[in-house]
């Protein structure tokens, strides 16, 4: 026989008591919450880097090879103030839009083939397999030939480099929406282009949004890449171009300045447009921690 | 006699799998009079979630006939919304608002401002008004289905389709919605499709019940249940054993007949 006793406990005021039970909900420290934040550690990161650099380059003494951080820096200041850096630089992100935007635009049609019927989908599955190993920057030769010295390559080399990455995580976002969602969907009697605008495209999101992340590094990368071949269009270029002339005129800090603008704007679109469409998109939505 | 509200005359149903064709029911028939709790039981690969896929028109009969109201069932439609047993039904970019208002506006059948409107009357009802901003990630599973039955009540379908929703939650919370859906029955007399494969709960939901046995799927029994306050009663534990007693037999026949 059990000699156990029923036990009825009143829960009592935790306050009252004055031990751990007390912390139901306690502010962190200034320290444990600026810690938190993946800005700030990035930050210091990068402060880290650039001091790193700059003892590097001042124990080396060779600005010819290897200029300082604040030579670096001085440059860059200079480049945008006098020596039409921020030209260039606009002058490279347009012609990436306009590859982005097309690229896009031909992803989406071939994804909408894709899913609409079984042969559309091996076509697409086909000429990614075939194209997406193929370096963009390997067809700068056919398409110097095809379009001349100019835009129109580069942005037939940006179009190849965004077209498969993003058509192939489009696709294949679209095929793991599970099938309760999409039985949601056609329950709800959606149909055609406002299931795929009201459904599958929100469903895929996180991979949408993966391969246009992806599409936009390697756009970024091919671009840099190509106008460092040739960056000359009725006597202006850009970004690679800049860093390709001020090498010519042993402008060391001005390569690093041209340098230093690539990786800082490749950081500002990953970092904090795409960053941003996250949060605000599928880390809202719980579908990517 | 009342005219059936859906009608399932002679229902036979294959899909194909990669090697075989399967014939997951075969011949069914049944009829669901408005504002039934009508109850589908039968064990694993008896057909069941299978013919409510069909009544759902995500999937054509070979043989027999499916009418809701005297209109033959060939596709989906909002008009038998749908209640399923997976968490992720929900769309997880909308909020619960949002979530149960998106069919209303979809279908066609109401205006921007009148869906918002009974949103929030089904919100409330399923208790949930608190968390009408909420994305569904941050729901336990039980306000999930809440949600998922508060959507599909919105609607006002002419039936309601449930596919074994309590089965993936927790003893407790699955005990405590199968009260809710009564209540919520009480409340507005909708009629009511459910798949389940407990008997317990089949007795505990239903007003009637379709006991279904196993490889092809057909029907062994149509049932009435026991009355509504007495599920945890006497009559209650012997219709179960009755049930229990039927699908036993069954499946102690199966293994000779495939000897």
């Given at each position: 026989m059990s000699e156990r006793k029923e036990r009825l406990v009143t829960p009592q005021s935790a306050a009252a008591s004055g031990d751990l039970g007390t912390v139901v909900e306690k502010p962190l420290s200034l320290w444990e919450r600026l810690y938190g934040r993946s800005v700030l550690r990035?930050?210091?990161?990068?402060?880290?880097?650039?001091?790193?650099?700059?003892?590097?380059?001042?124990?080396?003494d060779n600005p010819l090879l290897f200029p300082t951080f604040s030579a670096t820096v001085e440059a860059f200041y200079d480049g945008i103030m006098t020596g039409g850096l921020p030209g260039r630089a606009w002058y490279s992100l347009r012609i990436l839009v306009t590859g982005y935007a097309i690229g896009i635009a031909c992803a989406a049609l071939l994804t909408a083939a894709a899913i609409s019927s079984r042969l559309g989908a091996d076509f697409l599955d086909t000429l990614t397999s075939m194209f997406n190993p193929l370096p963009a920057i390997a067809l700068l030769p056919l398409a110097l030939i095809w379009f001349g010295l100019g835009q129109g390559s580069l942005v037939f080399v940006l179009v190849h480099s965004v077209l498969w990455a993003v058509a192939l995580n489009t696709h294949s976002g679209f095929l793991s929406v599970s099938n309760t969602l999409r039985m949601v969907g056609r329950n709800y009697g959606l149909t055609g282009p406002s299931y795929v605008v009201r459904l599958l495209i929100p469903a895929a999101f996180p991979s949408i949004l993966t391969g246009l992340k992806i599409g936009w590094a390697f756009a970024w990368r091919t671009l840099i890449a190509a106008e460092l071949v040739f960056g000359v269009s009725s006597g202006s270029g850009g970004l690679g171009w800049f860093i390709y002339e001020n090498k010519n005129q042993l402008e060391i800090p001005s390569v690093f300045a041209g340098l230093f603008s690539v990786i800082l704007?490749?950081?500002?679109?990953?970092?904090?447009?795409?960053?941003?469409?996250?949060?605000?998109?599928?880390?809202?939505?719980?579908?990517?921690? | 006699m009342e005219q059936p509200l859906l009608e399932v005359r002679g229902v036979t149903l294959q899909y194909k799998t990669l090697e075989y064709l399967v014939t997951a029911t075969y011949r069914v028939d049944f009829s669901v009079l408005r504002s039934d709790r009508f109850v589908l039981l039968g064990p694993s690969g008896c057909g069941k979630s299978t013919l409510l896929k069909a009544v759902g028109g995500y999937m054509q009969p070979v043989e027999g006939e499916i009418t809701l109201k005297g209109r033959r069932v060939d596709r989906p439609g909002p008009d038998r919304m749908m209640v399923f047993q997976e968490f992720d039904q929900l769309l997880p970019w909308k909020t619960v608002r949002e979530n149960v208002m998106f069919p209303l506006v979809a279908s066609g059948k109401f205006g921007k401002a009148d869906a918002q409107v009974r949103a929030a009357h089904y919100i409330e009802k399923v208790r949930l008004s608190k968390f009408a901003d909420n994305y569904p990630h941050t729901l336990s599973g039980g306000m999930k289905q809440r949600v998922a039955i508060a959507r599909g009540m919105a609607m006002e379908p002419d039936i309601l389709l449930m596919d074994e929703p309590f089965a993936a939650l927790d003893a407790l919370t699955r005990s405590k919605m199968q009260e809710e859906l009564l209540q919520l029955w009480d409340?507005?007399?909708?009629t009511v499709l459910f798949v389940t494969h407990s008997i317990g709960e089949a007795i505990r939901i239903g007003n009637r019940i379709l006991l279904m046995s196993p490889h092809p799927g057909q029907v062994r029994a149509e049932l009435d249940s026991v009355a509504r306050e007495s599920w945890a009663g006497v009559e209650a534990k012997e219709l179960e054993n009755r049930i229990h007693a039927m699908l036993f037999s069954e499946s102690v026949e199966?293994?000779?007949?495939?000897?």
């Open positions: 990035k930050i210091a990161v990068l402060i880290f880097l650039a001091v790193l650099w700059e003892v590097y380059a001042r124990w080396l704007i490749g950081l500002f679109v990953e970092n904090v447009i795409f960053r941003n469409i996250e949060l605000r998109t599928i880390r809202r939505w719980g579908m990517q921690s | 409340d507005t007399k909708f199966e293994p000779v007949a495939n000897v």
